[in-house]
């Protein structure tokens, strides 16, 4: 929402009046709405019900995991391995591996796991166990763990 309210703030700046665009399947979609009236309160309302819903943060807790090495066949190899080998825990759910949404960047294949969790639990603690039985990195396959991240890209 942010972005996108930004840049179409941009348009409309200095003497000339601007317009900006916005091509979507959903225009009916309670985000698109908010971003047409320029509305912040109703997007955060419906985004703050929606996560609440859904057990996302600040609802819930959540792990990024980005499997990236030079080779995509690598990079996703690990990437399933250590999705194989994620401890079982009652109300943990981990998801993927899935590309990661900037699949290649810097010459590196990216692959991704998302982990989700109750708010309450202890989700460093999880992490540290699963390394315990990771797959070894090998070659120039690297493991980039965020907890909470702030950004999924």
């Known amino acids: 929402f942010q972005l996108v309210h930004q840049v179409a703030g941009r348009a409309g700046r200095g ?30 309302e419906t985004e703050i019900r929606a ?16 499997v990236s090495a030079s080779d995509s066949h690598a990079a996703e190899a690990h990437a399933r391995r250590l999705a194989q080998c994620a401890p079982i825990v009652e109300g943990v759910r981990v998801l993927g591996p899935a590309e990661a949404p900037l699949a290649l960047l810097r010459g590196r294949h990216r692959w991704r796991l998302l982990v989700r969790a109750p708010r309450a639990f202890d989700l460093s603690a999880y ?17 980039a763990i965020d907890v909470d991240p702030l950004s999924f890209m």
Not at 22 to 34: C, K, Y
Not at 132 to 143: D, E, H, L, R
Request: net charge positive; glycine share 8%; proline share 8%.
């Open 15 to 44: 003497a000339a009046e601007g317009r900006g665009f916005i091509q979507t399947h959903m225009p009916e979609h309670p985000v698109m709405q908010a971003l047409v009236k320029g509305d912040r309160a109703a997007f955060y």
């Open 51 to 66: 996560r609440e819903e859904a057990h996302l943060p600040p609802f819930g807790r959540m792990a990024s995991l980005i």
């Open 127 to 143: 992490l540290r166990q699963w390394r315990t039985v990771a797959p070894k990195v090998t070659g120039n396959t690297k493991v």
